[in-house]
């Protein structure tokens, strides 16, 4: 499995990226694709997944403010996120979860600043 991230950048307080992630290779079509975050000096952390049946999950600190898509017919996932604040600025990791495997794509980065 290969997951290739892309949309990250540098935006301003307020502003919105899309990230979007595509998957290839060989996988269960049931499976969990998500995003993941990492700020420098902290734990890298869930923030949004979905299941190949649609159900999504948030964290806390983004709920109401990042949505979560996918595209099953290409595989890809989308997290748009809406009024940035300076502390999502961290690296966004795309995953992908089945069978009890976990596959990471590399990283993109995410600069929320004025």
């Known amino acids: 499995v290969q997951l290739q991230a892309s949309g990250g950048g540098l935006v301003q307080p307020g502003g919105s990226l899309r990230l979007s992630c595509a998957a290839s290779?060989?996988?269960?079509?049931?499976?969990?694709m998500g995003w993941y975050r990492q700020a420098p000096g902290k734990q890298r952390e869930l923030v949004a997944s979905?299941?190949?049946?649609?159900?999504?999950t948030f964290a806390d600190s983004v709920k109401g403010r990042f949505t979560i898509s996918r595209d099953y017919a290409n595989n890809t996932a989308y997290l748009r996120m809406n009024s940035l604040k300076s502390e999502d600025t961290a690296i966004y990791y795309c995953?992908?979860?089945?069978?009890?495997?976990?596959?990471w794509g590399q990283g993109t980065q995410v600069t929320v600043s004025s």
């Open positions: 995953n992908m979860n089945y069978a009890g495997r976990t596959y």
């Open positions: 290779g060989t996988f269960f079509s049931i499976n969990i």
């Open positions: 979905m299941t190949s049946g649609g159900t999504a």
